[in-house]
């Protein structure tokens, strides 16, 4: 019998309530934000957020040019309300001309804003791999249910916040008139919920480093020596001596010593600095920027914070140097925003250096004009790429984009823009003032000065450390006063949760960007998380693979399926349950790596597996014989 034939007008006919459901959906998330009339403290708050010279932008050109305020209005909404109210929100795309859709868009991508009411008092706990190890999992299950609001408080569970060291970690954010941040390492369930109730925390103890007075120190060596607030007392140690012989020299001289110190990218990529501060310098147009990607979200570090913290002048100075070397007159610091410390030592030495002729119209009298801004994150891992941070620097999703073109051509407001993390930066300072041969003085030719290494987990001192590049890793442990007594070394994880593992093999392996790249591993960020006998790998593994989940923005199918087949796999490995065998389950995580690798547009898709890849095939972690789920 033939199929009944169905006319167009009545495929319409029969679509139309589902069409008219999904109209209405739209249209709820498109204008809601406008149907929702902003309170006068709503405006006020916006207002205030916009600034005594704003003036609304005439035209959609002018109002292109203005989007970039958009995050840091969105900051403030929160701080006063505690969450991201649908009347502020409307307020704002009014006023920025921003469509609702694509400010609501904007708002729900970072995990720190939230768009429904909370409780104005909010503890993130760390529960990612370092604190995981020193003992997150207990802390949660003694603070309770998590997001249940009680007596104002309610608690939350967060990735890394970047005080490895000090783990287990936690936030707390306090909003409203007088909001407040803070974040502290050794958290305890008495110590978290104390905060909560009181709304008070100790600032944090002065940075102590176990290379204190070591001679040999060149990005820490003020540390904990020096009056982070004193912009005189960073003078008596050196600082700005740099700024002044570039000016003596020339910017051309500055970026040819660059280039002879063979400095390189201290992120992962291992990029050349003077190839990239040449393509700016060199690109056509006058307007170009400079960029600190201080984005440091990767599980396990937390090197970028100590340099902001303890030492904030020489960043300032750094990318003023940068600045003056390249012809940019703007600079950004793209801070995360679990370093709330950070964000205050940085604006308080920005603000000095203003204030004293170091930044502004006429920096050192001598007719270069170059200033800083600081914009903070949101809780986006995938903003540490440097394309997703200049989406989100101009008030967009941080979303990668494609390559080419790179940065150094069209960057930030499609302008050349130079961007470097904090460790990059601050290596630029001493090359400038000490010179490029008594930088390549230490370290290896491939690999030349010094590295900031990111200890953690079963060391006895945690901490950052300064080495040359070349120290082996068992030498690196041993400065860290090796593993508790009675304990035995089980992993370590290099580069973080996009590294990889290596075993007690390989103590001896030479920490260079070389070397580690023959031996298939990477340095990356700097982190070295140890783990030694009482720590079960499987649910490090495990976290690892919900970070990369959670953390994938979702914009290309390879990284957004990828990672949630990998941790499903990862899952049945670990809990016991393969389909098919544990080898045909890790060729398949083989297979599913590959093609993240091969198909992701970032690194994040493109890094998801190592680690996880490298435990499995290379310490043969949770095979038959292998080492213990």
């Known amino acids: 019998m033939a199929a009944p034939t169905v006319s167009p007008r009545e495929r319409v006919a ?62 403030t909404i929160q701080r006063r309300f505690g969450y991201i109210t649908p009347g502020a929100l409307g307020y704002l795309s009014e006023r920025l001309h921003v469509p609702p859709a694509e400010a609501y868009g904007v708002a729900s991508f970072y995990a720190l804003f939230a768009l429904a009411p909370r409780a104005p008092t909010v503890a993130h706990v760390c529960d990612d791999i370092v604190c995981k190890a020193a003992g997150a999992e207990a802390l949660c299950d003694a603070l309770g249910p998590s997001g249940a609001a009680r007596d104002g408080v309610e608690w939350h569970r967060s990735p890394c916040l970047g005080l490895c060291e000090k783990a287990p970690a936690a936030l707390i954010t306090v909003a409203g008139e007088r909001p407040f941040e803070r974040a502290f390492g050794h958290a305890t369930a008495v110590v978290v919920t104390d905060a909560l109730l009181t709304r008070r925390v100790a600032p944090p103890p002065p940075t102590v480093l176990a290379q204190a007075h070591d001679p040999s120190l060149r990005v820490l060596a003020r540390v904990g020596r020096v009056d982070p607030a004193s912009l005189d007392d960073y003078r008596a140690h050196g600082g700005y001596l740099a700024l002044r012989r570039a000016a003596e020299m020339g910017a051309g001289w500055v970026i040819r010593e660059l280039t002879d110190a063979g400095l390189s990218g201290r992120g992962g990529a291992a990029f050349p600095a003077g190839r990239k501060w040449d393509a700016v310098a060199k690109a056509p147009g006058r307007a170009r920027h400079v960029v600190c990607n201080a984005d440091e979200s990767e599980p396990g570090t937390f090197k970028d914070r100590v340099v902001m913290e303890d030492d904030p002048f020489a960043l300032v100075e750094a990318m003023t140097l940068a600045g003056f070397a390249v012809g940019a007159e703007r600079g950004w610091i793209y801070l995360r925003a679990e370093y709330p410390y950070a964000a205050e030592r940085l604006q308080r030495a920005i603000d000095e250096a203003r204030r004293r002729g170091l930044l502004g119209g006429d920096v050192l009298g001598r007719g270069f004009c170059f200033d800083i801004e600081v914009r903070r994150g949101a809780g986006a891992y995938i903003c540490g790429e440097e394309t997703a941070l200049l989406n989100s620097l101009e008030g967009y999703r941080g979303e990668p984009r494609s390559k080419p073109p790179f940065p150094v051509e069209v960057g930030l407001f499609g302008q050349p823009t130079l961007i470097h993390n904090v460790e990059t930066l601050a290596n630029v300072p001493w090359i400038v003032r000490e010179g490029a041969a008594a930088f390549r003085s230490v370290g290896t030719k491939d690999s030349p000065g010094t590295r900031l290494f990111c200890l953690s987990g079963a060391v006895r001192h945690p901490g950052v450390y300064e080495l040359p590049f070349g120290v082996t890793l068992g030498a690196l442990l041993d400065r860290a006063g090796g593993l508790r007594a009675g304990r035995s070394l089980r992993a370590v994880l290099l580069g973080g949760a996009a590294g990889a593992f290596v075993g007690p ?125």
Do not use: K, N, Y
């Not at 589902?18 to 929702?36: K, Q, Y």
């Not at 960020?525 to 979702?554: K, N, W």
């Open 14 to 75: 029969a679509l139309a309530p589902a069409l008219a459901s999904s109209v209405h959906l739209i249209s709820h998330v498109d204008l809601r934000a406008i149907r929702t009339p902003p309170t006068d403290d709503e405006r006020a708050c916006v207002d205030a957020a916009l600034g005594d010279g704003w003036r609304d932008p005439a035209g959609l050109r002018a109002a292109r040019a203005e989007r970039h305020r958009l995050l840091p209005c969105l900051h």
């Open 505 to 629: 093999e390989s103590l001896d392996l030479p920490l260079t960007l070389e070397d580690t790249r023959r031996a298939g591993v990477t340095l990356g960020s700097g982190v070295v998380f140890v783990l030694d006998d009482t720590v079960p790998i499987g649910p490090v593994l495990q976290r690892i693979a919900a970070f990369f989940r959670d953390e994938s923005c979702g914009q290309c199918v390879p990284c957004r399926v990828g990672t949630v087949r990998q941790e499903e796999l990862v899952a049945r490995l670990v809990e016991g349950r393969p389909h098919g065998g544990e080898a045909q389950e890790i060729a398949l995580l083989q297979e599913l790596g590959q093609a993240m690798r091969d198909a992701s547009i970032c690194g994040l898709g493109q890094t998801a597996t190592g680690a996880i890849e490298s435990a499995l095939v290379r310490l043969r972690v949770l095979q038959p014989h292998g080492e213990s789920r």
